[in-house]
Structure formats: C-alpha cells, structure tokens
Nanobody
Framework: QLQLVESGGGLVQAGGSLRLSCAASGRTLSRNVMGWFRQAPGKEREFVAAIAWSGSSIYYADSVKGRFTISRDNAKNTVYLQMNSLKPEDTAVYYC??????????????????WGQGTQVTVSS
C-alpha cells in the first residue's frame, strides 16, 4: 500500500513562493504518474499539475502555467511543487496523488488511486 504525505504549506504574502513536497512510503513510486490537486472552500477539487514517472511528460493547469513547477526525485520517492508568484486565488488545500492504473497523465481526480492528507496554502493580499 502506497502512502503519501505532503508538507511545505503555510501562509505567504501575494507574490511570494512556497515549495510543497510529497513523500511516498510503503513502496517505490515506480511508474506512477504523480499529480498535484487543490481544493478551496466550497469548490471542487481541481487539477494543478502532473508528471510522468520519467519526468519527460509534464502538464499544468492554465491557471498556474509559468508560475508553478512540478518535479520528482524517484531515488527519494518524492514529488515537489515549486510555487512562485503566488496569488490570493491560489489559496487552497493542496493534495498529492498517485495514479496506479496507467502511465498517461490525466487531469481527472477520479483517475488517481492514492491521495495524501493535504497541506494548507494561504496567500494573503
């Protein structure tokens, strides 16, 4: 069983940066597609970014393109989300997720099989 634990969230002013980490345990990530999602109060969970196991394929939501960078270190079994130029609308709980059923990047949360507990990101104006 794969467990995912996010860290790195916090309170930051608009324009600031945060780096989220997602540490996997239980087994290696192997060929899992890894994704980051976020959910703001009263809203549905939305896709942020995803990365294929080799790192050669990466996809971002339009709302974060050019500001966020997803990366992974398979040797450390860890995935990262570097968030720059943060905006108040980026405020949400951020979740790390692993896809078990395929190697193709997908933006639908229903296609991901393992989830972390989430980490809060709050951006003040």
């Amino acid at each position: 069983q794969l467990q995912l634990v996010e860290s790195g969230g916090g309170l930051v002013q608009a324009g600031g940066s945060l780096r989220l980490s997602c540490a996997a345990s239980g087994r290696t990530l192997s060929r899992n597609v890894m994704g980051w999602f976020r959910q703001a109060p009263g809203k549905e969970r939305e896709f942020v970014a995803a990365i294929a196991w080799s790192g050669s394929s990466i996809y971002y939501a339009d709302s974060v393109k050019g500001r966020f960078t997803i990366s992974r270190d398979n040797a450390k079994n860890t995935v990262y989300l570097q968030m720059n130029s943060l905006k108040p609308e980026d405020t949400a709980v951020y979740y790390c997720a692993a896809r078990e059923r395929g190697v193709i990047i997908t933006t639908s949360p229903r296609e991901y099989d393992y989830w972390g507990q989430g980490t809060q990101v709050t951006v003040s104006s």
